[in-house]
């Protein structure tokens, strides 16, 4: 990874990029929070890891741009 390379969305991040409201985009991000703790993973309220997001918006796996 790349040291400027962000780890995390935000619910303003993601209202930006997919053209919605931010509370949309919170709804979003609590959804993909609840299915990576049903995963077993931790997650931090309020924000999505880019890579599962990617993976779960776009179908993308190992992104890497």
Same mark, same amino acid.
């Given at each position: 990874? &790349?040291?400027?390379?962000? #780890?995390? #969305?935000?619910?303003?991040?993601?209202?930006?990029?997919?053209? #919605?409201?931010?509370?949309?985009?919170?709804?979003? #991000?609590?959804?993909?929070?609840?299915?990576?703790?049903?995963?077993?993973?931790?997650?931090?309220?309020?924000?999505?890891?880019? &890579?599962?997001?990617?993976? &779960?918006?776009?179908?993308?796996?190992?992104?890497?741009?």
């Amino acid at each position: 990874m &790349r040291e400027n390379e962000k #780890i995390y #969305i935000t619910a303003k991040e993601l209202s930006e990029l997919l053209g #919605i409201s931010i509370g949309h985009a919170y709804k979003i #991000i609590h959804q993909m929070n609840e299915e990576l703790t049903k995963a077993g993973y931790l997650v931090i309220s309020g924000k999505v890891p880019v &890579r599962y997001f990617e993976k &779960r918006w776009y179908g993308l796996e190992g992104v890497n741009t």
